[in-house]
């Protein structure tokens, strides 16, 4: 470049340089902006849209049924007698089940991942597997669930039943679809989600607290239990809460292995059904007098899971900040 | 003092032992819940190699090209193919991904560029982490209400509507994330020559964030590829093909690889059972490699 001096030539057009935005750039500037701004907006209403057209549908029926519909148990097309009370029952035992299998895994795979326990390349390895049980489709784990996890418990749960029967939780036999397949497919589903949430917070512990902590001669797990898990605790809450609310809306794998039997039953292996499912397996041939209902089913579940993930999204909007907070 | 009067006067003091032996309860506590962890994580590793195992051992020998070209078998046919199904999911994911690709980048040009620290941006983030809880079959349920009542027919475009919500949320914190990765002095630079906050936004921000952007993208689609339950009432499912002597059928029921799996996997007949097995492998694998591309282009970007 030093052999080159710029010559008037071409040299800039200093007005050019200096020329503020024209009056062109400033109105197609305010013209994004508003479009942008509007598109932020239009996503909130979306959320207000949902719920104003899903209860909007539902409304004839829950002026004929009022608030019996949770409390009843018959569905009964012909009578038209609607009750969704085995649904939730379904769906939030079903939902805890899953979240008390998927939640152990997740929370041990994210401490023995984040704690240094691991080269890092391994580390990496085993994050990215968790990560890609998150990418097969709800719909594999269904036909999955059918062939492999319904046989591979039915003998188990056989002998279960015949010696410890009189346990409630083992008070039928397992013929085939059931809660306990059903809860342990959702348990895989939610595992990538309480491991992906927690593995955060863990690690957004600062360093020095556990090098604190094992320089007071704690060993690797006193420190564990003793400051890193109390510090990451709320993180961790907030990844179990969502986890809790992925449970609740996972449809597919549930419509496949829960059995869909209208009954309410605290055997792990009985079949029993969930309000997604029921919406997946009636709404595709629903009539006149159904559709309604299922409306209101839908937002029976619409109103849970967005309480849940509102709560989630809450306590963990709340921990963030205050880690970063902390930080500055 | 020497070391000889320092032990004499320690005699008798009993300090804490320091060192780590099997014997003491602390260490071995320690040591089997390390042990406990490590196989937690491997027994998790199990169910994805059992699925990938069984795709590939059911699914794997049905593989030929007649399922890419032909039409679902009917109930005591055997061969066939989900040829449709596959253009079907096509068709329906890339109407999902024009809805939601340029609101969602758009929304987050806004979150990231022009309000970051206004009420808007704050409630609009709060909704989008909503969404992203909302589950998949509610996403059907609405797009029943808004689209297929108001249309008065199943078709494409309705599950087309109910796969781009579950698309919207993603594509908006993945970009909104990707672009505050931008340099502030790049953007500082630019606005010194005088540009607008517009012109920064697009000749500055999304250039340089697109990777990121593309990526959310990718993960998007992936999921919106693999969902079953938003389409059982909105796209429904056709035996035929979409495109047929040149013309489309948008406006009718839309055929999806999903939903075919769905479908014939409660099927009596093993030709079918079969089917469904190697329709999973195929969207399977049509998952992750989207997947993986979508993470390649990411790290592609960071290491540069």
């Known amino acids: ?328 | 003092m020497n070391e000889e009067e320092i032990t004499a006067a320690f005699e008798g003091v009993d300090f804490p032992r320091l060192e780590r032996s099997l014997r003491h309860p602390r260490t071995l506590i320690s040591v089997v819940l390390s042990l406990g962890t490590g196989i937690t994580t491997v027994i998790a590793c199990i169910p994805l190699f059992s699925v990938l195992f069984m795709l590939v051992y059911r699914g794997g020998k049905k593989l030929s090209t007649e399922l890419f070209t032909e039409l679902p078998p009917t109930a005591f046919e055997q061969g066939g193919g989900f040829g449709n199904a596959i253009v079907g999911t096509a068709v329906v994911v890339s109407i999902a991904a024009a809805i939601a690709i340029p609101v969602g980048v758009l929304t987050a040009v806004f979150l990231a560029e022009f309000g970051p620290d206004s009420k808007t941006a704050s409630v609009t983030r709060f909704c989008a982490k909503t969404l992203t809880g909302l589950p998949s079959i509610l996403a059907g349920v609405f797009a029943y209400a808004a689209v297929v009542l108001a249309t008065g027919s199943y078709s494409a475009p309705a599950g087309g509507v109910a796969l781009s919500l579950l698309m919207l949320p993603t594509i908006i914190l993945t970009a909104e994330e990707a672009m505050r990765m931008v340099p502030r002095k790049m953007k500082e630079a630019a606005i010194g020559m005088g540009c607008t906050r517009t012109q920064v936004a697009w000749k500055i921000v999304l250039p340089t964030a697109l990777p990121g952007i593309l990526t959310g993208v990718m993960l998007a689609v992936a999921r919106a590829a693999g969902e079953t339950a938003p389409l059982l009432f909105t796209a429904l499912f056709s035996n035929y093909w979409i495109f047929e002597d040149g013309q489309s059928q948008l406006m009718e029921p839309t055929a999806s690889l999903a939903v075919f799996i769905y479908n014939f996997s409660g099927m009596p007949f093993e030709n079918q059972i079969e089917m469904a097995w190697a329709a999973s492998l195929v969207l399977v694998l049509l998952v992750l490699a989207i997947n993986i591309t979508g993470q390649l282009i990411s790290s592609r970007a960071k290491s540069r």
């Open chain 1, 1 to 328: 470049m030093s052999t080159t001096l710029p010559n008037a030539a071409n040299r800039p057009d200093e007005s050019v340089i200096s020329t503020p935005p024209s009056k062109f750039d400033i109105v197609i500037d305010r013209g994004f902006r508003g479009l942008t701004g509007f598109f932020a907006w239009s996503t909130v209403s979306l959320v207000f849209f949902i719920v104003y057209e899903v209860g909007g549908k539902a409304m004839p029926a829950i002026k004929t049924h009022g608030l019996s519909f949770l409390t009843t148990q018959t569905w009964d097309l012909q009578n038209e007698q609607f009750g969704v009370l085995p649904e939730i029952w379904g769906t939030l035992y079903s939902s805890i089940l899953a979240l008390m299998i998927g939640g152990f895994f997740g929370i041990s795979i994210a401490i023995f991942l984040t704690q240094d326990f691991l080269p890092r390349k391994v580390e990496w390895v085993f994050k990215n597997i968790v990560e890609l049980l998150a990418a097969i489709p709800s719909v594999v784990y269904g036909l999955w669930g059918i062939f492999v996890v319904i046989p591979t418990l039915r003998p188990s749960a056989i002998w279960l039943h015949e010696n410890l029967g009189w346990i409630p939780f083992f008070g039928t036999s397992l013929s085939g679809p059931g809660m306990l397949p059903a809860a342990l497919v959702l348990a895989i589903m939610v595992l990538p989600t309480v491991s992906a949430i927690s593995r955060d917070s863990l690690s957004n512990v600062p360093g020095k607290l556990k090098e604190a902590a094992v320089g007071l001669g704690a060993t690797r797990w006193e420190a564990i239990f003793g400051v890193i898990l109390p510090t990451a605790a709320k993180g961790i809450f907030g990844a179990l809460v969502l986890g809790f609310g992925r449970a609740l809306g996972e449809t597919m794998a549930l419509a496949m292995l829960v059995g869909n039997s209208n009954q309410m039953s605290i055997s792990l292996f009985s079949p029993g059904n969930t309000l997604a499912a029921l919406l997946a397996n009636h709404f595709p041939e629903a009539g006149e007098k159904e559709e309604p209902v299922l409306m209101y089913a839908a937002l029976v579940l619409l109103g849970i899971t967005l309480l849940v993930n509102i709560c989630g999204a809450f306590v963990l909007s709340h921990t963030t900040r205050r880690a970063a907070g902390g930080q500055k």
